[in-house]
């Protein structure tokens, strides 16, 4: 990554620093996913992007806004693209998934935070993310407490957007999301000086909804009884589509589904016979967070569904294109992400409904449900989530980690009995 | 075959190393323990010595290894986790059936549910070591007593607790009861307490009614402990001293279907 430097002096990064974090994310790239065998062609995509992950894009970014675009920085799967796209703007996802930007974060929050937040807040502070140093605009959401908090101390530094997330699906949580979203459109409206159109927005809808059957069709690919992909490169290709452009990110889907198609005709897999299928549910797992897919992988199974906002929750149920008027997209964008199940909500039952529905679909032998450190609301849902699964008669395994590779060894005795049981 | 063949266990745990011999008709041949100290690969080598002098050949005899270790025993055919391993030997020791089995080890707890000799469930603490026998370690240490005798003198206390669940706390706490002048069979008793207490916790969350309940693991050596758990849990909990080696005999049991 070292033909960017002028670019990162130019955005105001810390260079000395940035370049610890440049120097190790190649030899883990390498051992996590270059030494997987007969990895489908259509990956080198990913691994070019990833390789020059702090510069490809960000490069890209920087063009658009001289041409007079605006950038909207993201955090969650409930925020909806379109309303930026339909503006002419650019989402981006933020750095957030390094142990390297914990300590950063640390400096201002309580240590008893999760570690998504501590790095998306020391990622900003200790101006090591350039998409962090690149959007004119961050939109953050109320999905949990250490996120409300932590947006009044990045709101100190950036210009942010909050949209108030209901926490229950009622009819009138339904109509207050809806005016969250009139209201987002609003602002993304003010900063980027362009109208928001009955026709631009639904060219924005019909872009994401084709991004999202993308996605659906790489996944698809994975409850083929030969698995055609690794976990780790679905994982992989799902963490980039937050960064990329969607129109690139369909086409690219699209194209490795196709491949992976064929060799599911041509009874290629990239695992052995055998090989335990598990399902892993809870918490996101941003990018370069390998860690638990790479344990998984290399003791005896293999990922085949992330029940995750790095997931299925990122890209299931598409928004309705008919609509005619802004009131009805803004209406039909509102029960689309309204869908979405995350334990934010109370009761949040359609979560469990998902997993189940997804151990068939993928015929996953057992279920990995893993929270991050401090998610106090991923790690009571568990209780339930765990419960629901004994009863159907589907193996379980509980887990709560960290980025930090501390328990690596504890993780792999785990899960290494949990596939010896299967 | 030039000498007698045999199928042995190996259980690196984090305290203490394991090793069980079975000979052919899966009787127990020999069985002993080691510190681990400080290298496994070297704890690895000398019970590959170990086993020559005891006249078992390497080269004709089929070998599992288990526990955190497991991966440095070179002459292993296999590793297989602690947790199968612990569930077969506890099953080879105390009956099959159902059985819940409170394995607490030198640096972690675990908690198996066990079906006609089949792992259904698990549980093991996490990175904390209260409710293991470091904290106990760390406690006799505090106390200057040796564990053995901690557990016999908490046998002649009562009356005082610890309410940290941290061993570093605690350990504070433990050091204030002395400078306080507390008697030390109440402070060894709070510190069994401590510990049986963190235990049954997390076993209540897997013991199925009606499934047997059985210790394994080194705090096997303690009866205090023992009775101290069935207190607890209110249940009768089997225990023998070879409970020690559940782990190493499941791994010797796993090497003869290899």
């Known amino acids: 990554m070292s033909n960017y430097v002028e670019m990162w002096k130019e955005l105001g990064m810390d260079l000395e620093n940035h370049d610890n974090l440049c120097q190790v994310l190649p030899t883990a790239f390498g051992d996590v996913f270059l030494s997987q065998q007969n990895r489908p062609q259509g990956m080198a995509f990913w691994d070019m992007v990833v390789a020059e992950i702090h510069g490809i894009r960000p490069a890209e970014l920087i063009e658009a806004q001289k041409q007079g675009r605006k950038v909207f920085g993201t955090f969650c799967v409930y925020v909806p693209d379109e309303v930026v796209i339909a503006a002419n703007g650019i989402v981006t996802g933020l750095c957030g998934g390094s142990q390297f930007w914990v300590p950063g974060g640390e400096k201002v929050l309580p240590k008893a935070t999760c570690p998504l937040i501590k790095a998306s807040v020391g990622a900003r502070l200790d101006r090591t993310c350039p998409f962090f140093r690149i959007a004119d605009m961050y939109v953050g959401e109320t999905t949990c407490d250490g996120k409300k908090k932590a947006w009044e101390i990045l709101g100190q530094d950036v210009p942010m957007h909050i949209m108030d997330l209901p926490q229950m699906k009622r009819p009138q949580d339904l109509d207050k999301w809806t005016a969250e979203i009139a209201a987002f459109a609003k602002a993304v409206e003010e900063l980027t000086g362009n109208k928001i159109t009955v026709e631009s927005l639904n060219e924005a809808i019909r872009v994401i909804n084709e991004k999202r059957k993308a996605l659906a069709r790489v996944?698809?690919?994975?409850?083929?009884?030969?698995?055609?992909?690794?976990?780790?490169?679905?994982?992989?290709?799902?963490?980039?589509?937050?960064?990329?452009?969607?129109?690139?990110?369909?086409?690219?889907?699209?194209?490795?589904?196709?491949?992976?198609?064929q060799?599911?005709?041509?009874?290629?897999?990239?695992?052995?016979?055998?090989?335990?299928?598990?399902?892993?549910?809870?918490?996101?797992?941003?990018?370069?967070?390998?860690?638990?897919?790479?344990?998984?992988?290399?003791?005896?199974?293999?990922?085949?569904?992330?029940?995750?906002?790095?997931?299925?929750?990122?890209?299931?149920?598409?928004?309705?294109?008919?609509?005619?008027?802004?009131?009805?997209?803004?209406?039909?964008?509102?029960?689309?992400?309204?869908?979405?199940?995350?334990?934010?909500?109370?009761?949040?039952?359609?979560?469990?409904?998902?997993?189940?529905?997804?151990?068939?679909?993928?015929?996953?032998?057992?279920?990995?449900?893993?929270?991050?450190?401090?998610c106090c609301?991923?790690?009571?849902?568990?209780?339930?989530?765990e419960k629901a699964l004994k009863e159907a008669g589907i193996p379980v395994l509980g887990l709560e980690t960290d980025y930090t590779d501390a328990d690596a060894e504890q993780l792999r005795t785990r899960i290494g009995a949990f596939v010896e049981m299967l | 075959m030039g000498s007698q063949s045999y199928y042995i266990g190996v259980d690196i745990g984090?305290?203490?190393?394991?090793?069980?011999?079975?000979?052919?008709?899966?009787?127990?041949?020999?069985?002993?323990?080691?510190?681990?100290?400080?290298s496994s690969a070297d704890t690895a080598d000398s019970v590959k010595e170990r086993l020559s002098q005891e006249g078992v050949s390497l080269e004709d005899s089929l070998c599992v290894a288990t526990g955190y270790g497991r991966v440095s025993v070179p002459f292993a055919n296999k590793t297989v986790t602690e947790i199968t391993c612990h569930a077969r030997g506890a099953s080879w020791l105390y009956g099959s059936g159902d059985i819940t089995v409170i394995d607490v080890g030198g640096q972690d707890t675990k908690i198996i549910a066990i079906q006609k000799s089949r792992v259904v469930d698990f549980m093991m603490n996490d990175k904390c070591s209260a409710g293991t026998g470091r904290f106990l370690d760390v406690m006799a240490n505090s106390l200057g007593v040796r564990q053995a005798e901690l557990c016999e003198l908490a046998a002649q206390g009562g009356g005082v607790s610890i309410s940290s669940m941290c061993t570093v706390f605690a350990e504070s706490e433990v050091i204030g009861l002395i400078g306080r002048g507390e008697a030390r069979e109440n402070i060894a008793y709070a510190v069994i307490d401590s510990i049986v207490k963190k235990v049954a916790s997390q076993a209540r969350r897997l013991i199925n009614p009606g499934a047997k309940v059985c210790l394994t693991g080194g705090l096997c050596n303690f009866a205090y402990i023992h009775t101290a758990l069935e207190r607890e849990l209110q249940t009768p909990v089997l225990s023998e001293k070879r409970g020690q080696y559940a782990g190493a005999i499941g791994a010797a049991l796993l090497a003869k279907e290899l």
């Open chain 1, 219 to 261: 996944y698809a690919a994975r409850k083929a009884a030969n698995l055609p992909i690794s976990g780790k490169d679905v994982l992989l290709l799902t963490q980039i589509a937050f960064f990329d452009d969607p129109v690139r990110c369909a086409q690219m889907c699209n194209k490795l589904a196709d491949e992976l198609e």
């Open chain 1, 263 to 374: 060799r599911i005709k041509d009874e290629v897999s990239v695992f052995p016979k055998g090989t335990k299928r598990l399902l892993v549910s809870g918490t996101p797992l941003a990018i370069p967070n390998w860690k638990l897919h790479h344990i998984i992988e290399t003791s005896g199974a293999a990922v085949v569904c992330e029940e995750m906002c790095t997931g299925t929750r990122y890209f299931e149920n598409l928004v309705d294109e008919t609509q005619t008027t802004l009131e009805g997209q803004f209406r039909a964008l509102a029960e689309r992400y309204m869908k979405t199940n995350c334990a934010c909500f109370t009761p949040n039952t359609g979560r469990i409904d998902d997993i189940i529905r997804y151990v068939k679909e993928y015929k996953a032998d057992g279920v990995i449900d893993v929270n991050l450190k401090f």
């Open chain 1, 377 to 385: 609301l991923y790690d009571t849902e568990g209780y339930q989530v």
């Open chain 2, 14 to 38: 984090s305290t203490c190393t394991k090793t069980i011999v079975l000979d052919t008709e899966g009787q127990l041949h020999k069985y002993y323990t080691q510190p681990t100290g400080w």
